[in-house]
């Protein structure tokens, strides 16, 4: 760790730091929101954020992208005229946890793939992120562990560390910098302070262990022996086909494109919204054929879109461990439990191989 | 939120104008398109267009011509739903937005040299159309040609003045089948897979390229893996539900691949252990 990419913030400077950001453009943090619940909103100080929160409802690609989003403005009729237009809005986000940090790493693959979606990159462009360290587990339904999602990975412009009396601050980038040197409310970090951060890494490595039991990078194999797996089948009765999974998802981007006129009929947008392969039509095409028709083929899609065909398009999983589909989830439809289940099945037809 | 203008947006329009229509059957409906900027759409045979009604939506729909020697480009639309239907309204001299072509089409320098067997099911006829085009108006470039057709009933059959052509022709094999006659049909009657014991190939070196409805392909393949064909040397093009076109939206997903990227064309090779292909 070089010191020079550290700095300190005092627990006394900490609200005159959330104030003056504030001041410079939108500033969002996690805000409680009554029984054990959290959301990313407007902060103006630092009394309003919440330092030890599980993951918010939503995650932060409401900002990278958001639920509904202009794509066209168009006149309709004879002579067309249509202009591809990008809503953005400059924002700092406060508190991101290392699981949304790696959601939105996630996110920025898919979008600056080509063809790269420029609606994105314009926005991502004008969002600085600052990262909040978890000391501890959240809660029981995480598993960033698994998904190598608990340690600090990049994806962020400043990341802190809740040390007690102060915060140390990894400054990653020049934007981060900036913030540093405008709101003045940084010091130097001390020798011991650098050591405490240290020592919290090493417990952490105690705590934050692999929350199902298999190696990390064995999770692609274990995939390509599950296809087939009785597992699916049992989703098949429980899952409600609601959508709330793929909603709450830091990396679930599909969506769907929709035209809407105004009252003069006239004028009007194209907009995107966020959709799920969870519902019923999403594969459906004209005709009739669904070529996802049963709700067991469609929670194995999302599965297979969390740990299988992303390793091979961008050599990472695309789940975060962050819990969130599980949280969500009224039919109790659990990820830990599911990937037991396959490992379980797995294991044994390894078995039944060698009886 | 602030808004603005941005040039290269993957959702930007071009403008088209409908040259020419005609009413191919009850259902389909031809026409003739040229970009509004006086360019060539520049596709391969194969690949898919977006077409835009400003205020109705978007649908993907195949070319159906081939890209030598042309300005305007064809397409073929069958009436099904709320854009398709809006489409068939419109007549000569109408504006539409266009956004592509997209997507991979069929490898067209590596069926040079070979011979081919196109086989089309009902509107599948309207890609291989552009490749059939293609093959024509390089006709030197390839070895020998078939082309099976495969509908519902005669009432059904697209480009009709075409098939004849194609029937006179003397440097193609072609042959046409429907599964339920009527009183003036003279042809064939049965399914199109009955037409693949006929032909007369050399499996090494022939390339097959099919396009049809979802529930054709197991069966045709079966029979052109019967008669010695490669799995290399199949083709298949794939519909999916589409929105984007920009592999993002997540409709048109085959297991690991995109339909809109990495198809709609996919070598039978590729994809003969995705069950999610067919
Ligand atoms: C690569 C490709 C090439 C195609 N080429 C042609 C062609 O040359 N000629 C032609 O007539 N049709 C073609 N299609 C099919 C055509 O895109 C659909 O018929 C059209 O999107 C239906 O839109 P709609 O608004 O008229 O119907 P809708 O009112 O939207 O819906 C009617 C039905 O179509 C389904 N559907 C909705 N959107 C799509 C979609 N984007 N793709 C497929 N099904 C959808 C709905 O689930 C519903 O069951 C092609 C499709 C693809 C993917
Ligand atoms: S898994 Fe749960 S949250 Fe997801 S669609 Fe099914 S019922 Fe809804
Ligand atoms: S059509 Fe959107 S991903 Fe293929």
Not at chain 1, 300 to 306: A, L, V
Not at chain 2, 132 to 160: A, M, S, T, W
Not at chain 2, 164 to 186: F, K, S
Request: hydrophobic share 35%; charged share 25%; aromatic share 10%.
């Amino acid at each position: 760790m070089e010191d020079t990419h550290y700095v300190v913030l005092k627990k006394e400077n900490f609200d005159q730091f959330i104030s003056t950001l504030a001041q410079k453009q939108k500033l969002v943090a996690p805000v409680p929101k009554g029984f054990k619940s959290f959301a990313f909103e407007p902060v103006d100080s630092a009394g309003q954020v919440a330092l030890k929160y599980i993951p918010t409802v939503l995650p932060l690609k409401k900002y990278f992208m958001p639920q509904r989003e202009t794509l066209l403005e168009y006149r309709a009729g004879k002579v067309m005229k249509a202009e591809a237009v990008v809503e953005y809005e400059p924002l700092t986000i406060f508190g991101a946890h290392t699981c949304d940090l790696a959601g939105i790493q996630c996110l920025n693959m898919v979008f600056s793939e080509r063809p790269k979606d420029y609606n994105y990159l314009t926005r991502k462009n004008k969002i600085t992120l600052i990262g909040l360290e978890c000391n501890e587990y959240c809660d029981a339904y995480a598993s960033c562990n698994l998904v190598d999602a608990s340690f600090p990975g990049g994806g962020y412009d400043l990341f802190f560390t809740d040390l007690g009396d102060d915060f140390v601050v990894h400054v990653n980038t020049r934007a981060g910098d900036e913030i540093v040197a405008s709101t003045r409310s940084f010091d130097k970090t001390e020798p011991f302070q650098l050591d405490e951060l240290r020592k919290l890494r090493d417990a952490k490595r105690k705590i934050f262990v692999n929350e199902v039991p298999i190696e990390t990078k064995h999770i692609p194999e274990l995939f390509d022996r599950s296809f087939r797996a009785r597992a699916w089948k049992d989703l098949e009765a429980r899952c409600l086909a609601c959508g709330n999974c793929t909603n709450v998802c830091p990396t679930c981007y599909c969506f769907d494109i929709r035209d809407e006129l105004d009252l003069t009929l006239k004028n009007g947008i194209r907009y995107r919204v966020w959709d799920s392969c969870q519902l019923e039509p999403f594969a459906k095409v004209a005709g009739g054929f669904n070529f996802r028709k049963e709700r067991s083929v469609r929670q194995r899609h999302r599965y297979y879109r969390k740990f299988r065909y992303p390793m091979e398009r961008f050599a990472r999983y695309f789940c975060t461990g962050c819990g969130r589909c599980t949280r969500t989830c009224m039919a109790d439809i659990n990820l830990k439990e599911t990937l037991n289940e396959l490992l379980k099945e797995s294991e044994d037809r390894v078995w039944k191989r060698w009886l | 939120m602030e808004k603005m203008v941005i040039k290269d947006s993957g959702y930007k329009l071009e403008k088209a104008k409908i040259l020419r229509t005609k009413q191919l059957t009850d259902k389909e409906k031809f026409f003739e398109i040229a970009l509004g900027n006086g360019q060539p759409l520049d596709h391969e045979p194969g690949q898919f267009i977006m077409i835009s009604l400003l205020g109705i939506g978007e649908v993907p729909i195949s070319v159906a011509s081939s890209p030598s020697g042309r300005d305007s480009f064809d397409v073929c639309v069958r009436a099904v739903g709320k854009v398709t239907n809006a489409l068939h309204k419109l007549k000569a001299g109408d504006e539409i937005g266009i956004r592509g072509p997209y997507g991979k089409g069929f490898p067209t320098r590596e069926l040079q040299g070979n011979d081919l067997l196109i086989i089309a099911g009902g509107l599948g006829l309207a890609p291989l159309r552009s490749l059939i085009h293609y093959v024509l108006d390089n006709r030197r470039d390839f070895g020998k040609v078939h082309i099976l057709l495969g509908c519902k009933q005669p009432k059904e059959l697209l480009f009709g003045d075409e098939l004849e052509e194609w029937n006179q022709r003397a440097d193609l094999y072609y042959a046409c089948t429907v599964d339920r006659a009527d009183p003036d049909w003279a042809g064939n009657v049965g399914l199109i897979t009955t037409l693949i014991p006929g032909v007369d190939i050399e499996p090494a070196r022939t390339f097959a390229a099919v396009v049809g409805p979802p529930v054709m392909y197991n069966f045709v393949i079966k029979e052109l893996l019967s008669k010695g064909i490669p799995e290399r040397q199949i083709l298949l093009s794939f519909e999916r539900n589409m929105k984007c076109g920009n592999g993002k939206c997540g409709r048109c997903q085959i297991q690991n691949l995109y339909c809109c990227q990495d198809g709609p064309v996919f070598h039978y090779e590729k994809i003969k252990n995705l069950s999610e292909a067919m």
